[in-house]
C-alpha cells in the first residue's frame, strides 16, 4: 500500500507504518507541488499529521478523488475537511504502532 505522511510527524507515524510493510513518502509541506511529487495520484492512503494544514485534504482529494484520508492529530479538524476525511484519530488515543496495524 502505498501512503503519504504529511506534516511534522510528530508522533513519528511513518515508521510504524514503514515496518507494516506499506510503502511511505514523507513530505512537511503538502501543497499541490509536493503531494504531485510525492505521487499523490497512485497513493492509497493520506496521512496528515497536522491540523494546520487541513486544507491540504482538499488537495490530495483533486488529486486523487479515492484516496483514503487518515488524520492523526491533535485537536479539531476544521468542518470543511471533515466531510473529505475518512478518519480522525487523537494520538492521545491510539498509539503509532495500533494505527499502522489497522490502515491495511
Given at each position: 500500500?502505498?501512503?503519504?505522511?504529511?506534516?511534522?510527524?510528530?508522533?513519528?507515524?511513518?515508521?510504524?507504518?514503514?515496518?507494516?510493510?506499506?510503502?511511505?513518502?514523507?513530505?512537511?509541506?503538502?501543497?499541490?507541488?509536493?503531494?504531485?511529487?510525492?505521487?499523490?495520484?497512485?497513493?492509497?492512503?493520506?496521512?496528515?499529521?497536522?491540523?494546520?494544514?487541513?486544507?491540504?485534504?482538499?488537495?490530495?482529494k483533486d488529486h486523487n478523488?479515492?484516496?483514503?484520508?487518515?488524520?492523526?492529530?491533535?485537536?479539531?479538524?476544521?468542518?470543511?475537511?471533515?466531510?473529505?476525511?475518512?478518519?480522525?484519530?487523537?494520538?492521545?488515543?491510539?498509539?503509532?504502532?495500533?494505527?499502522?496495524?489497522?490502515?491495511?
Open positions: 500500500m502505498q501512503v503519504i505522511v504529511a506534516g511534522a510527524d510528530e508522533s513519528e507515524i511513518a515508521d510504524p507504518i514503514d515496518a507494516e510493510g506499506h510503502d511511505v513518502t514523507a513530505i512537511d509541506v503538502a501543497d499541490g507541488t509536493s503531494l504531485a511529487d510525492a505521487g499523490i495520484e497512485n497513493t492509497d492512503v493520506y496521512l496528515l499529521t497536522e491540523m494546520a494544514q487541513a486544507t491540504s485534504i482538499a488537495v490530495a478523488p479515492d484516496v483514503r484520508v487518515v488524520v492523526y492529530a491533535e485537536g479539531s479538524l476544521p468542518e470543511f475537511a471533515t466531510r473529505q476525511a475518512d478518519l480522525v484519530i487523537d494520538p492521545a488515543l491510539l498509539d503509532p504502532e495500533a494505527v499502522a496495524e489497522e490502515l491495511a
